[in-house]
């Protein structure tokens, strides 16, 4: 009876998806390129087993760390490409096992356990109000000097995100601290206010948000911090890791009833233009480009790209032809297109090992659950060596292992 249940689940949310983007995504973005779904044998066979692997995705129980990144990666990454494939036209068949390899992997190296001994050196509350001083003095010194193209204005975001690139450069300290409080700790502060009943983290945190937009242009940001705010609600409640689990599911399949809503009454959706669109379709067109360019002449299978630069700048500029387009994927496939089969498959090994350490910390406090559901949602559009440095999370795995609780928290 569960198994069933959860196949008519997934039935449901594989029809959201494929549905959604047959009957309106595909004439809000044709003209990006993106193909149409072609309903053949083929494709058939691809839905049938996005069914059946949401099945199992939706039947089993998640408790651990380690399960966020294993529920997203399934039903973000597995199953709209399963059903999108056609977005970009790739071999859909060596882009599932591409990417289902993976899932497979971390899930056998999470079964492992790890004992790490407690270390507390630092106060955890006084270490939140260190990380929040950080921030607002790091946003400061972007204030000191924006770019010109500075402004609130959102047509003009990516070229404000350009120039901010060359004005701050790519590999200085400021870059990376600015890289660090974006996608680390403004949504830790969002998380550690609202779930410690700190209205000055919750204040500071947009405030440092903004700044960031009216310099860099940055949008993502800011679904991060609700994303955290709405997770800390949740854990507050009895049994609360349990229900954000249960209501993942349900809270896509909420995105995609509003879409439908939206294009009903305004034959229009910015819940499909802002995020539908950039989590599902752009996610699944990706993956089928970085497929197809590993079977191009600029990457060999064993060692990698042989162009010198990073993958995801050779598919936005070489492979796709736009220049400064910075085109991300998840962490498995960009290490396959980066370093090879042998770099694809240490990702695999370096995703699970810090779902290892994450699970074996997940009792000493909520800031791990936190860490790990940021972890899991980074490496779904980033390097996981870039998740763990530039986006700061390995710094705060480090800090707060040797942080102790506070008697007020």
Known sequence: MRF????????????????????YGYEQNKSYGYGQIQIDSDYLMCFSFAVFFGALLFWKTYRKPSDYFLLLYGMIIVIPYALLHDIQGGGAKIGLVAIVTPFLGVLCLCKLKLELPHIGVFSEAGMAGA??????LVVSLLLLSPPNSASFSLVDSYHRRLESRELYGSGTVLAYAASIVMNG???????????????????????????FYYVYGVKAPVMYMVFAGVY????????????????????????????????????YSYSEDYIIRRVFYVGSYLVGVYVCALGTADTSLLSGLLAS???????????????????NTNTFLYFFLQFGIFGYFF??????????????????????????????????????????????????IVLFYFSRQSKND
């Open 185 to 211: 700790l403004l949504p830790l502060m969002a998380f550690w206010g609202v779930l410690k009943k700190r209205v000055v983290f919750i204040l500071v945190s947009v405030l440092v948000y903004v700044s």
């Open 131 to 136: 990380i929040l001083l950080l921030s607002v």
């Open 232 to 267: 800390a609600c949740v854990l507050k409640l009895n049994d609360g890791q349990a229900k954000f689990f249960n209501n993942i599911y349900y809270g896509f399949l909420l995105l995609f009833t509003f879409a439908w809503l939206e294009f009903w009454f305004f034959d």
């Open 347 to 396: 990702a695999i090994l370096l995703v699970g090992a810090v779902m290892i350490i994450l699970n074996s910390l997940r009792f000493r406090g909520e800031v791990y659950l936190f860490i790990s559901l940021m972890f899991g949602v980074l490496i779904l559009e980033q390097s996981v060596t870039t998740v763990l440095v530039s986006s700061g999370i390995g710094g705060l």
């Open 4 to 23: 069933a249940l959860s196949t008519v689940k997934s039935l449901i949310y594989a029809l959201a998806v494929s549905a959604t983007y047959y009957f």
């Open 309 to 327: 630069k990073p993958a995801s700048m050779y598919i936005g500029e070489d492979f796709l032809g736009h220049l400064g387009l910075n085109a």
